[in-house]
């Protein structure tokens, strides 16, 4: 790989926003540019061009990323799942990554700077982060890859009561997967003979995942953070469980917040196993507080300043674990 | 020092696309040139040059290209080409099924590839030119790559994915003579075990017309006429372009897959002029002194040389100068061997024609001919003394020599054997 590619090199100026109106010979450029990428990645983009809605954006990136898709995974795009990786779903390489780039540049008349790039690692991230180029707002976080460590070190929940073995948090959304071992201590008895994933702690695997993405992605005042020990489960609305999940099985979790203002937080969340829904929710609310940065507690292989105060578990003692499961131990 | 066979090569020329194509336009002497369409304004007096049938390439955009189709090229690696990437990755294609060479044949630490193009005059252009229309960082990521010398090479290492040896060879109209020297010296040293050997050009207006500026170019509007290599009538070279691989193998890597070989490459050899940034030696000097060293490296004596495949481009000092080196060489050889420039029939190659030639030497050999030097009406006195081939000889030629000679006085001979 060439390394000329990826260092920081960023230095083009914005392009002015100029009032010109759109014009014929800017629609001609502009169907040229797009030759092939689809009808519809067209349209939207002379939409866009000609009332500056960023609501056509979407469509416009996902069409220049199609086309740029070898033809046998684009299939994979039509479902347009934001947490498609360019990389490892896609087959996108970092020069396929600068061809889209230029590409975007072109159409939708903005400039993206290289450093800018290097976190853009899903469709979703790509989709987002135009769109606040176009609105002219603040860039979100980027994706962080958090591992099983991370995890550990920052949760106040450990394990054996710890879903998750790995996330990705981002600011607008969290992803986790969780392998069921078939070790669990509470496969022992749910059910006799029979090992079946509680619903009530795959609902915890989703509101565990929710912690951390307050924890890690949450957006917060400056000089805040969310304090570990302040976050606690209020209320769960409109959950289904549609898959009976076994050891073996490996839960993908995400959730996406809805609503947040201190002190409630509310998530939507999904379990897939494979291509098949497991849990839904469509609410998960938490509270949580916000402390200054100087006086958090800090986290050091997970164990915190104090001990939780509404655990029922007393596998860890020394540790704290999130009050979710405390309203949920009763539904599965 | 093992000895090494030429084993499969593939071609896209102006005679021919597949080795049954050209081998039939060398024996029939039927030529590869075309009035050229870019050519035809009032302000371009060179009207013709060697086309590349069933291919398009006149766009900056790969993805416009038209090729064969039994071809299947992804647009991964299409992207990075240019022209002359996309002639050469087919004639590869060629090559590998050819020698009947398997993936892992092809992809291991013993097998490299050496390789000469000028680069893509007409994707640099069109690339610096958009640099400079729309802005630095919006140039295409991949304008480098596809367009400067060197992009032959790239290219085709990484469609191949080879591991061995890899290198692009720069010595103008001798580089791929060059590419094919050293790739022989690798064998011979142990170094690798099989080596590609590729040279391609674009050959089009962006390629050919600069040479234009230097009255090197034949202005001829008959595309009967345009080359004529020792004809007294001669008015300056045709260009082409296209792209031409031969599979170079170790006797020992020959015998373990048990295939057929076109010719044995006996050894060469290679000098400068020393005189001139793009007038050769008058008397030919540094010629004589590359076939003299090649003779003496392959352990064979002038006279036993059948057919010398020269360079003569159709150039007014070029032609004569490698006129005088042959003679010198063969002064007092009792049979001069038959002599011919098979750019009559293709045009001149440019970094193309060292490798393209040899393949046309390894095609006379296996299958037992040695083509004329068409369009010879009436031979420049100053050629006098050598043995051209009018017509082709149906005589199989044993020992072979093939000349290259390229800008800066770089001079170099390669001698073949047919495989008894």
């Known amino acids: 790989m060439p390394d000329a590619v990826l260092p920081n090199q960023g230095t083009s100026k914005p392009i002015p926003q100029t009032n010109k109106p759109f014009s014929p010979e800017d629609e001609t450029a502009l169907r040229e540019a797009l030759k092939r990428c689809s009808p519809s990645a067209f349209e939207s983009a002379v939409q866009f061009r000609k009332t500056g809605n960023a609501e056509h954006v979407p469509a416009v990136v996902i069409g220049i990323i199609e086309r740029f898709v070898e033809p046998d995974l684009r299939i994979k795009l039509k479902d347009a799942d934001d947490d498609l990786r360019l990389i490892e779903d896609l087959g996108i390489d970092s020069l396929t990554m600068m061809e889209i780039v230029i590409l975007v540049e072109d159409v939708l008349q903005m400039t993206i700077n290289n450093d800018e790039l290097r976190n853009l690692r899903t469709v979703g991230d790509v989709k987002t982060f135009i769109d606040c180029k176009i609105r002219g707002l603040a860039l979100p976080k980027p994706t962080k890859f958090i591992p099983i460590e991370h995890i550990g070190a920052v949760m106040p929940v450990q394990p054996p009561f710890l879903f998750l073995n790995e996330a990705s948090v981002s600011s607008t959304a969290a992803n986790g997967k969780y392998r069921i071992t078939g070790q669990e201590f509470f496969l022992q008895g749910h059910f006799k003979d029979n090992p079946v994933m509680p619903a009530s702690i795959m609902l915890e695997a989703l509101g565990q995942l929710a912690v951390l993405y307050l924890l890690e992605g949450a957006p917060t005042e400056a000089g805040k953070v969310v304090s570990p020990q302040s976050i606690f489960f209020t209320g769960c609305e409109g959950v289904r469980a549609h898959r009976i999940c076994k050891p073996g099985d490996i839960l993908s979790l995400s959730i996406k917040p809805k609503r947040m203002k201190m002190p409630l937080a509310t998530f939507e969340g999904a379990i897939r196993v494979g291509q098949e829904k497991a849990v839904i929710a469509e609410e998960i609310t938490l509270t949580f507080l916000m402390v200054d940065a100087a006086n958090a507690p800090v986290s050091i292989n997970g164990s915190f300043e104090h001990a939780g105060n509404l655990s029922v578990s007393s596998a860890a003692p020394a540790t704290r674990v999130p009050p979710l499961r405390v309203a949920m131990n009763a539904t599965s | ?420």
């Open chain 2, 1 to 420: 020092m093992p000895r090494v066979f030429i084993t499969g090569l593939g071609l896209v020329t102006s005679i021919g696309n597949d080795a049954a194509t050209v081998t039939r336009s060398l024996r029939e002497l039927r030529h590869g040139f075309e009035v050229f369409p870019p050519f035809q304004k009032p302000e371009i007096p060179v009207k013709v040059i060697g086309t590349i049938k069933d291919f398009a390439t006149n766009s900056p955009d790969q993805e416009d290209w038209v090729f064969p189709a039994g071809y299947t090229i992804k647009r991964e690696l299409l992207r990075t080409m240019a022209p002359n990437g996309l002639f050469a990755q087919c004639a590869m294609l060629q090559a590998v099924a050819d020698a009947k060479l398997a993936e892992p044949d092809i992809s291991n630490r013993h097998t490299g590839l050496y390789a000469a193009s000028a680069g893509s005059p007409y994707l640099l252009h069109y690339h610096n030119d958009r640099l400079n229309k729309v802005g630095v960082m919006r140039c295409s990521p991949l304008g480098i790559v596809a367009s400067i010398a060197g992009t032959l090479n790239f290219n085709l290492i990484a469609a191949f994915k080879i591991q061995g040896s890899s290198c692009g060879f720069s010595s103008a109209c001798a580089s791929s003579a060059h590419a094919l020297g050293f790739a022989l010296d690798d064998l011979k040293l142990g170094r690798q075990k099989r080596m590609f050997v590729v040279g391609a050009e674009d050959g089009n207006l962006d390629a050919i017309l600069p040479f234009a500026g230097m009255r090197t170019l034949s202005l001829q509007t008959d595309p009967n006429l345009a080359s004529r290599p020792f004809d007294a009538a001669r008015d300056g070279f045709v260009g082409t372009g296209g792209g031409v691989a031969l599979v170079l193998e170790t006797e020992e890597e020959v015998v373990r897959r048990g295939v057929t070989p076109y010719a044995e490459v006996l050894g060469w050899g290679q000098a400068s002029d020393g005189w001139n940034v793009a007038i050769s030696h008058p008397e030919g000097s540094g010629s004589a002194a590359a076939m003299t060293l090649a003779l003496r490296a392959s352990g064979v004596s002038p006279e036993q040389v059948d057919y010398v495949n020269a360079h003569a481009t159709s150039t007014l000092i070029g032609d004569i100068s490698e006129a005088r080196a042959l003679r010198s060489v063969f002064q007092d050889s009792a049979l001069r061997p038959a002599v011919s420039s098979t750019k009559a029939l293709t045009g001149h190659g440019l970094s193309l024609a060292g490798v393209m030639e040899s393949a046309f030497c390894a095609l006379a050999i296996r299958e037992g001919f040695m083509p004329g030097n068409a369009h010879l009406t009436k031979l420049d006195p100053e050629c006098a003394g050598i043995n051209i081939l009018r017509t082709t000889e149906n005589t199989p030629p044993k020992i072979v020599i093939k000349n290259s000679s390229g800008f800066g006085g770089a001079n170099v001979a390669l001698v073949f054997k047919r495989v008894a």
